[in-house]
Structure formats: C-alpha cells, structure tokens
C-alpha cells in the first residue's frame, strides 16, 4: 500500500515562501511512471488542482499559481515538491498530494495546512 506524506506547510506573511514536499512510500519505479499533483482545498471551497507534473516532466498550472509556484519532482527519492512563492492570502488552504499510477490508481496524502496572513 502506498502512502504519501506531505511536509512543508506552515503560517507565512504575505509575500512569502513556502516549499512543500510529499514523499510517496512504495515501489520507485511505480513512482517514476506516475503523474503526480498538488491540490488545495480553501475553507469552504471544493478541492482545486493548483499543479501537475508528468511522469516525463511536463507541468500544468492553474491561473493563479502560474509565474510564482513550481512543482518539481525527485524520481530517486519518491518526492515531488511544490514551491510556491509571492504567497497571496487567497493561497490558504489544506495542500494535498495526489499520484496516479501508470496502471489508474490513485493514493492522496493526509494535506498540510498553508495559511497566508495579510
């Protein structure tokens, strides 16, 4: 069974940064032929893809993210990174981690929480 595990989060100013890490436990290779993701979820707000990154590398950014957030992934350690920069209050939400197997299945970490003070 796969687990994903994310870390990074915290309570940052406005302006700020963050880098966020999910670790997926589990076979390497599963790993590197995986898309993986980053959602959010605001208070009160359906879950989001906020990026994505292929098992070849490509990326894809919601609107809002594109210019200040980077997802980047670590084949040999099983991680993918979200760094996020010029943090926005409206970034706030629970971040979670999504990979989905070259075979269809899917694993969800638990979230970290980002709260970005104005």
């Known amino acids: 069974q796969v687990q994903l595990v994310e870390s990074g989060g915290g309570l940052v100013q406005a302006g700020g940064s963050l880098r966020l890490s999910c670790t997926a436990s589990g076979r390497i290779l599963d790993f590197r032929l995986s898309n993986l993701d980053w959602y959010r979820q605001a208070p009160g707000k359906q879950r989001e893809l906020v990026a994505a990154?292929?098992?070849?590398?490509?990326?894809n950014y919601i609107n809002s993210a594109k210019g200040r957030f980077a997802i980047s992934r670590d084949n040999a350690v099983n991680t993918v990174y979200l760094q996020m920069n010029s943090l926005k209050p409206e970034d706030t939400g629970v971040y979670y981690c999504?990979?989905?197997?070259?075979?269809?299945?899917?694993?969800w970490g638990k979230g970290t929480l980002v709260t970005v003070s104005s």
């Open positions: 999504h990979q989905r197997t070259d075979y269809g299945q899917d694993y």
């Open positions: 990154i292929t098992s070849g590398g490509s990326t």
